[in-house]
């Protein structure tokens, strides 16, 4: 038994010390934010983007409109001649306009739906801009020895951020060197 206590001492002072190095680590580790939503605003060509999906998605949703416009006036034209029409009639009428309806909803899942056409371009316009983004944050991170980037437009709640510790016009210069970015100088926030 006694000399189950004298291993204690040098199982505690290793406890110790291994405590210790995870503390110090913890203490060493730097960290940084940067505003996503500031770096996109100021690439053009990320604008661009957005503009030609508002474009897209305008388009789609009034062709949508048109076709459920045509759905109502259907609809319409039956109630009104439906006192006067014979039931095969009716019933092929409310098969149409069943059917016409059924149409609108595909088309509008087809260009808005989950994986629609809109999803589809979003995915090619704009992901290869946020992967350029992301490179940036990740080259500047390993250069400056970082072991955390957070996002200030994302999810996370940052209550104070001190301004030294924002790296995004760092990115915005890094994505500078593979494609267009506003100038440093030309750059303004919106601050909210």
Known sequence: MKTNNMFLPAILFTAVLFLGS????AQNQKYAYVDTEYILDNIPEFQDAQDELDDLS????KEIEIVYAQVSEMYQKYQAESVLLPEDVKRKREDEIVKKEQEVKDLQRKY???EGDLFQKRQELVKPIQEKVYN???TIATTRNYSFVFD????TTMLYTNPNFDISDDVLDEVGNVMQTVKRDQRSRDEN
């Open 136 to 138: 940036a944050i990740e």
């Open 22 to 25: 995870i503390q110090m680590q």
């Open 112 to 114: 808005f739906g989950p």
């Open 152 to 155: 200030k437009a994302g999810g």
């Open 58 to 61: 305008k388009k789609w949703q």
